[in-house]
């Protein structure tokens, strides 16, 4: 009996462990392990501190113009480490200026699309039947409509403020989310658990806020973060065409907009078409290692 106390405490010690070690526990340890989205953390970090305190640090402000040096090269006097463009503004300032307006509209936008989608798709899925099929149509419907016209159309009704063009792009990016949401929330209302509560008397409000919205919290945050990409080339593509963001800011759409313009000056788009790759490479991989960590079945 003695001598069977070692293996009979590490037995115990061993279902101690496993049953301390949740779901998240696993989630973290696998995200943590994934070199390629640390590597994203760290680098959408340094993008994030740059924009925030750039501004402040750099000497030159990204609106002011220096005529006498237009058009000058990168590396050349005066600290101009990138160049001037055509209009006699330092690119470094520029640079700055633009990769916070594209980190703020990817992180606006996706907001907007997260909190209309996840409501929408919630409400959908839970309430099923005739008001499921009569709000996923109005989805149908709004999917068949070009992205571009809808931007159009709620720029024009609300005008084309920096912000309102921030609550346009998310406004129509929620469709997608509200499609993903509904479908887990299909799912998540058959299981055990959900029927358990409603049988303890627990209100509809109460089983979506407790225990439907909860469990979407993984593939949610794996959207949230794929979203942001595309949410950014799609401000690019409408500063590209004059849609997006008006002087005197900038975006690092509209400086790859004003860079194809003078191939001449390699410059003025190799420097801000680099950033938004950096930017984009950074998020794509955060969100592969959170689509791995939260799915491993994926992986």
Do not use: C
């Not at 024009?156 to 792009?169: D, E, K, P, S, T």
């Not at 409603?198 to 509809?204: D, L, N, Q, S, Y």
């Not at 949230?224 to 008006?246: N, R």
């Amino acid at each position: 009996m003695i001598a069977s106390a070692p293996s009979e405490n590490a037995a115990l010690m061993n279902r101690a462990a496993v049953k301390g070690r949740s779901l998240w526990d696993d989630s973290r340890r696998r995200l943590l392990s994934n070199k390629a989205a640390m590597a994203g953390f760290i680098v959408l970090g340094l993008l994030i501190l740059i924009a925030i305190f750039g501004p402040f640090l750099w000497p030159y402000p990204f609106d002011t113009q220096y005529r006498e040096l237009r058009d000058m090269g990168p590396m050349l006097e005066g600290g101009h480490v990138l160049g001037m463009d055509i209009y006699g503004r330092d690119m470094v300032s520029r640079i700055i200026a633009g990769l916070g307006v594209s980190l703020a509209v990817g992180a606006i936008a996706t907001f907007v699309s997260l909190v209309i989608g996840v409501a929408w798709g919630a409400i959908a899925g839970f309430a099923g039947g005739r008001v499921d099929q009569f709000m996923m149509r109005i989805v149908d419907v709004l999917y068949a409509m070009p992205f571009i016209f809808l931007v159009i159309l709620v720029t024009v009704v609300f005008g084309r403020h920096i912000f309102l063009i921030f609550l346009a792009i998310g406004a129509v990016e929620w469709m997608t989310m509200a499609r993903i949401v509904r479908g887990q929330t299909l799912m998540l209302k058959q299981k055990e658990f959900v029927e358990a509560a409603r049988a303890a008397g627990v209100k509809p409000f109460g089983l979506v806020v407790r225990h439907i919205l909860p469990n979407l919290l993984g593939p949610v945050a794996v959207y949230v973060t794929l979203t942001m990409p595309v949410v950014i080339l799609q401000e690019s593509f409408l500063s590209f065409i004059g849609l997006g963001v008006q002087e005197p800011l900038t975006s690092l759409g509209r400086l790859i907009s004003e860079g194809q313009k003078e191939l001449g000056k390699p410059w003025l788009l190799f420097a801000p078409a680099i950033t938004m790759v950096i930017t984009l490479f950074s998020l794509n991989f955060i969100g592969d290692g959170l689509r791995d960590a939260l799915d491993p079945k994926d992986r």
